[in-house]
C-alpha cells in the first residue's frame, strides 16, 4: 500500500463508491453490506489501522460471492447475476491492493461497471453520475502517476474535467453523426424488472391497486393541440374471454374488415415507459404505427414482438370515432356472445329480461347506464368481491370501481345478446405546460366497455362517465380530491404534491427536462437522425451518413488540434511578463544584443549600464519597483505605479534619444 500515494488512494475509493452507487438499491442487500465493509476495511488499511490480508481470505471472498449469487438468483443465465459478479469482484480487489498496478486494474474495470449503469437506468440523472464518476476514475490515474505534490487538493479533478470538456465536442459529433446501428444482440434482463402496470387478465379489483400507484406510464407529444381529457381513450388490451372468473385477451376470430373512415385524424409521438404486457397504449382507434417491433393487431391495437425492458417511442396516428358498418361474422358475434353456463345467474337473467323489455339495442344499453346512474357508487374502496363476483357487485354492494362497471356492462350486454367485450388501458392524462406534453401514470389505469352496434361498428360504452362523469372530465385527481382517505401511497402523495405550489411546478420542469432527455438522446435512432439531418440536408440519403460522420469527426478533430497548437499563441500573458517586455525594448540594439535570452532584469540593467550608462540611470525607478513587487513581494508597490513608472520610462528615452540626433 505504501506503493501509492495516500491521495491517490482516496480518489480510487471516491470513484469506486461513485460506481457502485446506481446499483446501491438494485443489488442484495447482503452483497450491498459486503461492498461497504470491503471499502471500509480499505481506507481504514490507508490510514495505516490495519493491516494487508492474506491473499486467501481475497480468494475466499470471491467464491463466497459466487456462490451466495447463484442462491440469489437461481441460474447464471440472467444478465443481474454477471452484473453483480462483476460488481462483487470490483470491490475484492481491494483485499490485494498495493501497487500502482493494482490501481490501475480497478480504475479498468470502472469503466465496464460504467456501461453496466445503463442496463437499469437512462435517464439524465444517471448519465450525470455515471460521467462524473468517469471524471473521478480519470482523475485517480492522474493523481497515481504524479508527484505527491501534484495530487494535493482538486489539482487531479481540475485536470481530468478538463481532459473530459475536450473530449465532449468529438462526443457529440460522433452521436448526431454517426449512423445508428442496431444491436446485434439483446441482454434479458431477469424477468419482472419492468415496473406495475397493466396485465392481460383483469380480475375485479385489479385497476384499483394499480391506481395507488404514481409510476410514470407513458408521455405524449401531439402535432396540434392535443384533445380534451374526455377523448383520451388509450387502448391497451381488448378482453375478449372469461376465464376463472376473470377477463381475459383470449384468440377471438380475426375481423376481415378494415377500420372505417374517422371523424377526426391526430398525430402524436408517444414514449413509453417499460411495460408488464407486450402491447403498448394508443388512441382509439389507431391507424399507424412507426417503431421497432411493433405491429397494428386487427382487433385495434399495437402488440409488441416482446416485453418492454426500456424506454421506447413511436410515432403514431389515430382516428376518432370510426364508423364501420360491416356487421361481424357468425364466428365473431358467437365470440362475442359467450358467456360461462351457471355463473353469475342473476345477471345473465337481468341480461335476458333486458332483452325481453327493449327491442331496440340502444335501448338496452342506456336502460343499464340509467341504472348505474341511480343505484350505484363509484369509489377506490369497493371491497372484496364474493363468490359469483359480477352478481355480488351488481345486486349486493353496487360499490365499485371502473373495472367493477366495465366487467357487468360487458356481462348484461351478453346476456341481452349485444356482442360486447373489456378494454383495459388509460384514460385522461395531465398536460405538462413546461415540456408540452401529456403524462399519463399509472393511476390513470382504467377498464370500459366496447359494444357492436349494427351499422356503427364497435361503439365505446364506458360505464364510469355516467356514474362519476368527473373522473372522466377531469382525470383521477378530480376523483381523488373527493375521496380523502380512500387513495393511499404514492399517487396521493403526487396529488397532494399539487397544491404546494413553486415545488409541483419545479417538479414539472424536471419531469419536462427528464422528457426531453428521453426523446432526444436515449430514443435517438436512425429514423431520428434522418428526419433531423434531412431538415439541413434535404437530399441526404442513408449511405452518406457515414462519410458525413467521418467528415465530421476529422473536423471537429482538427479544430481541437488547431486549438492546442496555438494555444501557446493565444496565451494571455501575465502582467509581470508585459512590465518585462516592455522594459527590455526600451534597451538599444547594443545592449540588447549582449544579453542572453530571459536574463533577469538586473542583468539588463547591468548590461544596459555598461553600453549607455545615461540611459539606464532613467530605468532605476521602473527597476526597483518591479524587483520589490516580483521578488520581495512587496504589496505597497501597487501594479499601476509600476506600469506609470514604465510609461515615464519610455517617454524620456523617447525625448533623449530624439535630442542627440538632433
Known amino acids: 500500500m505504501m506503493m501509492v500515494q495516500r491521495p491517490a488512494l482516496l480518489w480510487m475509493l471516491a470513484s469506486q463508491s461513485l460506481m457502485l452507487a446506481p446499483h446501491g438499491s438494485r443489488m442484495p442487500l447482503w452483497m450491498l453490506i459486503g461492498c461497504f465493509v470491503i471499502v471500509a476495511f480499505t481506507l481504514a488499511r490507508i490510514q495505516g ?46 483485499l490485494e491492493l498495493v501497487s500502482k498496478r493494482d490501481v490501475a486494474q480497478v480504475m479498468l474495470l470502472s469503466f465496464f461497471v460504467a456501461m453496466t449503469h445503463f442496463l437499469f437506468d437512462e435517464s439524465m440523472l444517471q448519465t450525470i453520475v455515471t460521467f462524473s464518476g468517469l471524471v473521478m476514475v480519470m482523475a485517480t490515474l492522474i493523481a497515481v502517476h504524479s508527484s505527491s505534490t501534484q495530487t494535493l487538493g482538486r489539482q487531479p479533478l481540475k485536470l481530468a474535467s478538463f481532459a473530459f470538456l475536450q473530449a465532449v465536442p468529438l462526443l457529440v459529433i460522433l452521436f448526431v453523426f454517426f449512423p445508428r446501428l442496431s444491436p446485434f444482440w439483446t441482454i434479458p434482463l431477469e424477468k419482472g424488472t419492468a415496473v406495475t402496470g397493466l396485465s392481460d387478465r383483469l380480475m375485479l379489483g385489479d385497476i384499483h391497486s394499480l391506481v395507488q400507484s404514481d409510476a410514470l406510464a407513458f408521455r405524449v407529444n401531439f402535432a396540434a393541440a392535443p384533445p380534451a381529457s374526455r377523448d383520451l381513450y388509450w387502448r391497451t388490451l381488448v378482453l375478449s374471454e372469461i376465464s376463472e372468473g376473470g377477463w381475459v385477451v383470449g384468440s377471438p376470430p380475426r375481423p376481415k374488415t378494415a377500420i372505417g373512415t374517422p371523424a377526426e385524424v391526430i398525430d402524436y409521438e408517444l414514449l413509453s415507459q417499460p411495460m408488464r404486457v407486450p402491447f403498448i397504449p394508443s ?14 393487431d386487427p382487433l385495434g391495437f399495437v402488440r409488441s414482438t416482446s416485453v418492454l425492458q426500456t424506454v421506447s417511442q413511436y410515432q403514431m396516428r389515430s382516428g376518432l370515432n370510426p364508423v364501420d358498418g360491416v356487421d361481424l361474422s357468425k364466428a365473431e358475434r358467437a365470440a362475442y356472445l359467450a358467456l360461462p353456463k351457471r355463473t353469475n345467474p342473476l345477471a345473465q337473467a337481468h341480461g335476458a329480461a333486458l332483452a325481453e323489455n327493449h327491442q331496440a339495442p340502444d335501448a338496452r344499453i342506456q336502460a343499464v347506464l340509467a341504472w348505474y346512474f341511480d343505484d350505484f357508487t363509484y369509489t377506490l374502496n369497493p371491497g372484496a368481491s364474493e363468490g359469483d363476483s359480477i352478481d355480488h357487485f351488481l345486486f349486493e354492494t353496487r360499490r365499485g370501481f371502473c373495472e367493477h362497471f366495465a366487467a357487468s356492462f360487458t356481462w348484461i350486454m351478453r346476456a341481452a345478446g349485444i356482442p360486447a367485450r373489456v378494454v383495459l388501458g388509460y384514460q385522461g392524462g395531465a398536460y405538462n405546460p413546461s415540456g408540452n406534453y401529456i403524462e399519463v401514470r399509472q393511476f390513470d389505469a382504467h377498464a370500459w366497455s366496447e359494444v357492436w352496434v349494427q351499422g356503427e361498428g364497435w361503439r365505446r360504452v364506458d360505464p364510469t362517465a355516467f356514474v362519476a362523469p368527473e373522473r372522466i ?12 382517505g380512500l387513495m393511499t401511497g404514492k399517487a396521493w402523495d403526487y396529488f397532494q404534491m399539487q397544491s404546494l405550489g413553486w415545488l409541483f411546478d419545479l417538479q414539472l420542469q424536471l419531469q419536462a427536462l427528464s422528457h426531453l432527455w428521453d426523446r432526444v438522446v436515449v430514443n435517438y435512432d436512425q429514423a431520428q437522425q434522418l428526419r433531423w439531418l434531412t431538415t439541413v440536408w434535404p437530399d441526404l440519403e442513408l449511405e452518406d451518413l457515414a462519410p458525413l460522420a467521418l467528415a465530421a469527426f476529422l473536423l471537429g478533430l482538427g479544430v481541437i488540434t488547431v486549438g492546442f497548437v496555438a494555444s501557446p499563441f493565444r496565451r494571455r500573458l501575465s502582467q509581470e511578463a508585459r512590465w518585462y517586455r516592455g522594459y527590455v525594448n526600451c534597451l538599444d540594439g547594443e545592449a540588447r ?5 530571459g536574463a533577469g532584469v538586473a542583468r539588463c540593467q547591468e548590461v544596459w549600464r555598461l553600453t549607455r550608462p545615461a540611459e539606464a540611470a532613467l530605468a532605476c525607478e521602473f527597476v526597483d519597483r518591479f524587483e520589490l513587487r516580483l521578488y520581495q513581494n512587496d ?13 515615464v520610462l519610455r517617454v524620456r528615452l523617447a525625448w533623449m534619444r530624439l535630442t542627440k540626433k538632433r
Do not use: C, N
Not at 474 to 483: L, Q, Y
Not at 635 to 647: A, N, R
Open 49 to 94: 489501522h490495519v493491516r494487508l490480508p492474506s491473499k486467501w481470505v481475497a480468494v475466499a471472498s470471491v467464491f463466497l460471492g459466487w456462490g451466495l449469487l447463484w442462491r440469489e438468483y437461481g441460474s447464471p443465465m440472467v444478465v443481474e447475476f454477471w452484473v453483480d459478479l462483476l460488481l462483487f469482484m470490483y470491490t475484492a480487489k481491494l
Open 593 to 597: 544584443d549582449q544579453i542572453s535570452r
Open 283 to 296: 388512441l382509439d382507434r389507431i391507424l399507424s404505427v412507426e417503431g421497432a417491433s411493433v405491429s397494428l
Open 635 to 647: 504589496q505597497s508597490v501597487v501594479p499601476s505605479s509600476i506600469s506609470k513608472t514604465l510609461l
Open 473 to 484: 372530465e377531469a382525470g383521477m385527481g378530480a376523483s381523488a380530491a373527493g375521496m380523502d
